[in-house]
């Protein structure tokens, strides 16, 4: 298989409304357990109300949008797509007031609220710039894993720097626009959660701490980040830019944050250098491997 193939296969796997199935389904799984043991039918309320607000409703209109504007399945028209956000920003609101009312789970209500939110941004973004809807699908439930699950969570941020490569290879996306969406993602999510928390009176216990959180996120995205500098600007050995970069990074993280987040940085620039090695010619991040721009 060619690596267009696999490219292609990484983005439709990842599409928001595909991707959030199984990192939902995760969610509801944890948020289940209680006290007492694992709440079944609390469990089944939670995965239905997520997965029609959450994909079914939101998938449902881009592939009737996508159809009737006769384009591709991820509407690359950056003008064509404000109806399928606009669209998610309702569902998403719909999902946070039925959890509201209902009282279902805190968690979920804060998160489908954020969901709603982040989009918003999106679709402002979106009206000048082209900002990746993929890595933005990705981050917002990561980074409710890492508030659910910490150092676990944050192992799926592992994806983000392959999704990149996916989502430029495939021509989607800038590699500038594809860094963004999970940087927004990302932060916006951790940051609103604790939020909405706090002024909707909607408290969750054992949280992992917005400090923490933060960390992982930065474990998560800096090495794309620095890759993605480098790819832009003009320095004379890009190659040893990036050693030394890393080198003082990783210093940082084994000094001043905890040994999870230091593994997660350590795993998120291992999978980047082999998706960059892997990657060849057809991607710039490996053109810094090769010391050339």
């Known amino acids: 298989m060619n690596k267009l193939k696999i490219a292609e296969r990484i983005s439709t796997i990842t599409n928001p409304p595909i991707i959030c199935i199984p990192l939902f389904l995760i969610i509801c799984l944890t948020l289940s357990f209680t ?52 669209v998610g920003i309702v569902s998403y609101f719909i999902g946070f007031l039925v959890c509201l009312i209902f009282n279902l789970d805190n968690f979920l209500t804060c998160l489908l609220l954020c969901y709603s939110i982040n989009t918003g941004v999106v679709l402002l973004f979106t009206t000048k710039w082209k900002i990746s809807v993929h890595t933005t699908g990705l981050s917002g439930p990561v980074g409710a894993l890492i508030l659910l699950l910490g150092p676990i969570g944050a192992l799926f941020g592992l994806i983000y720097p392959v999704l990149i490569w996916s989502r430029v290879l495939l021509e989607k996306h800038t590699l500038s626009q594809a860094i ?39 474990a998560i995205i800096l090495t ?48 980047s250098i082999l998706i960059s090695l892997y990657a060849g010619d057809e991607f710039i991040w490996f053109k810094i491997f090769k010391n050339k721009k």
């Open 180 to 218: 963004s969406g999970g940087v927004q993602g990302f932060f916006l999510t951790v940051l609103e959660m604790y939020l909405f928390m706090n002024i909707l009176n909607l408290p969750v216990a054992n949280l992992v701490s917005l400090y923490d959180s933060i960390l992982y996120i930065l």
């Open 224 to 271: 794309p980040i620095v890759l993605g500098v480098l790819s832009y600007i003009e320095v004379r050995n890009p190659l040893k830019t990036f050693i030394i970069s890393e080198i003082l990074l990783l210093m940082m993280f084994f000094i001043f944050t905890p040994a999870s987040v230091f593994i997660i940085f350590v795993l998120t620039t291992i999978v």
């Open 35 to 86: 006290p007492s043991g694992f709440d079944f039918s609390k469990f089944i309320v939670l995965e239905i109300v997520s997965l029609i607000f959450a994909s079914l409703l939101p998938m449902a209109i881009i592939l009737f949008w996508a159809k009737k504007l006769g384009t591709d399945k991820d509407i690359s028209n950056r003008s064509d797509r404000f109806m399928p956000l606009i």
